[in-house]
């Protein structure tokens, strides 16, 4: 019994001395919730302590899905087009989505330098699909069915591999791709978290390293899936180089954001 009583006991002061050690340091003690907006979208985040100087959190954004365009407004479209020795209307003919990456998530840490400051720094990660902008373009109107996935256009007329096609409902596809797990650094203002209040406002500005892009399109004319073709300066004119070659070589995406945190508990 006296044993029994000793093993409570110790127990007992073990939680009470593990209970203060959390309130101490603040420990997952509190949560706050927000509707976000920002450079990624419309979305939410929550909040909680770790320690007075410390605050993690995690979120998910969503941007606007779909952008129609039309093909005849893009003067950098041809008007028309010489396939197998025929002229064809292509600029009137043809339409397009660009879709951006709906869809993002981060898991951050805001670092104080003071308990009670508002100022912050802010390291973590995004997660996001690869593409960020997809562009789907239709041009059933210009190919003629028996020429899905079949007609091609040679970027680089000595290499064979930088061609693309149409799919087989003739549709030519290409995309912007990043990283898919993407360090985060950033500086804010505001505590998404008091104790002592029930609303909190933060506003954070930072960058995504996200990789050097590749811009890509695909053939499909050996396999379904489609083969992507990775655009270079080379594979182009020289009015298109400078456009690649800036676009390759931006590893960095901005992050403004403002939120408004509810505390919970």
Do not use: C
Not at 177 to 189: A, D, H, M
Not at 206 to 235: C, H, R, W
Request: aromatic residues 10%.
């Amino acid at each position: 019994m006296k044993k029994t009583f000793a093993i409570l006991t110790a127990l007992l002061a073990i939680s009470v001395f593990s209970v203060r050690a959390q309130e101490d340091k603040q420990m997952f003690n509190h949560l706050a919730v927000a509707p976000t907006i920002g450079f990624d979208g419309i979305g939410a985040e929550a909040i909680t302590p770790i320690t007075p100087y410390l605050q993690l959190h995690a979120g998910i954004a969503m941007m606007l899905p779909y952008i129609p365009i039309n093909g005849s407004s893009i003067k950098a479209i041809p008007e028309t087009i010489d396939i197998n020795g025929n002229t064809r209307q292509l600029r009137n003919n043809i339409s397009a989505v660009a879709s951006l990456n709906s869809l993002s998530g981060n898991l951050l840490l805001d670092i104080f330098p003071g308990k009670n400051t508002s100022f912050h720094f802010t390291v973590g990660l995004y997660f996001a699909d690869p593409k960020l902008l997809a562009v789907d373009v239709d041009a059933s109107k210009v190919l003629k069915q028996d020429e899905y996935a079949s007609y091609y256009l040679q970027l680089n007329e000595n290499d064979p591999k930088t061609r693309i096609s149409s799919d087989k409902e003739g549709h030519i596809k290409a995309d912007l791709s990043y990283w898919t797990v993407r360090p985060y650094f950033g500086i804010g203002f505001g505590r998404g978290l008091r104790a002592d209040k029930r609303v909190s406002t933060t506003v954070d500005l930072g960058i995504v390293y996200a990789g050097n892009p590749k811009v890509q399109s695909y053939d499909y004319t050996l396999s379904d899936a489609g083969k992507p073709v990775v655009f270079t300066s080379e594979m182009l004119d020289n009015k298109d180089k400078g456009i690649i070659n800036t676009i390759s070589n931006i590893p960095v995406l901005p992050v403004v954001k403002v939120n408004i945190f509810i505390r919970i508990f």
